[in-house]
T-cell receptor, first 116, second 109 residues
Framework: DVKVTQSSRYLVKRTGEKVFLECVQD?????MFWYRQDPGLGLRLIYF???????EKGDIPEGYSVSREKKERFSLILESASTNQTSMYLC???????????????FGPGTRLTVT | GEDVEQSLFLSVREGDSSVINCTYT??????LYWYKQEPGAGLQLLTY?????DMKQDQRLTVLLNKKDKHLSLRIADTQTGDSAIYFC?????????FGSGTRLSIRP
């Protein structure tokens, strides 16, 4: 079974803090994704990565950055957290080669981030 | 642009069938998916259908695809309390997967 783990289930941070969300997958998947999930808005793609050190902006990259130094690990960084970044953050991975995110995705349990 | 739409809420009585509907816009979609999200958890792939199929059945789940109308549905027979969750429809286009906003299914006793 594919396993995608996220470093924290719940996180509370203050406005202006730098926040790191970590995601690890154990299936040697090429593609990894970060989404945020908000009520009524569904999943919105923040960034994805199709290879080590490669990244692509999703639909809402503003205020976020990512890092992929190893194939199994994909980090989401909030350089200066703001209250409008309070949300559920979901990491996912999928097979695939090249710059495509089109294969079925396997999700981690999510990190609920609150910024006060 | 590409879009996937679902109603936000559905309430059914325990033991009845649930039908969750979805419409999509990308006619080049190759696969369509249903994901389930239980409270406090990530999304879990429930089932999928290839775009050249009309129907797929898997135990209590039936997926119907009307490609002409770009309409996808998920039928859950004999709905149980454990089926309470948010159900996401998603389509695989040429280069990306687009998710709907999710339908929250609640079960009445």
């Amino acid at each position: 079974d594919v396993k995608v783990t996220q470093s924290s289930r719940y996180l509370v941070k203050r406005t202006g803090e730098k926040v790191f969300l970590e995601c690890v997958q154990d299936m040697d998947h090429e593609n990894m994704f970060w989404y945020r999930q908000d009520p009524g808005l569904g999943l919105r793609l923040i960034y994805f990565s199709y290879d080590v050190k490669m990244k692509e902006k999703g639909d809402i990259p503003e205020g976020y950055s990512v890092s992929r130094e190893k194939k199994e690990r994909f980090s989401l960084i909030l350089e200066s957290a703001s209250t409008n970044q309070t949300s559920m953050y979901l990491c996912a991975s999928s097979q695939g080669t090249g710059r495509t995110e089109a294969y079925e995705q396997y999700f981690g349990p999510g990190t609920r981030l609150t910024v006060t | 642009g590409e879009d996937v739409e679902q109603s936000l809420f559905l309430s059914v009585r325990e033991g009845d069938s649930s039908v969750i509907n979805c419409t999509y816009t990308d006619s080049s979609s190759t696969y369509l998916y249903w994901y389930k999200q239980e409270p406090g958890a990530g999304l879990q792939l429930l089932t999928y259908i290839f775009s050249n199929m009309d129907m797929k059945q898997d135990q209590r789940l039936t997926v119907l695809l009307n490609k002409k109308d770009k309409h996808l549905s998920l039928r859950i027979a004999d709905t149980q309390t454990g089926d309470s969750a948010i159900y996401f429809c998603a389509e695989r286009g040429a280069s990306k997967i687009i998710f709907g906003s999710g339908t929250r299914l609640s079960i009445r006793p």
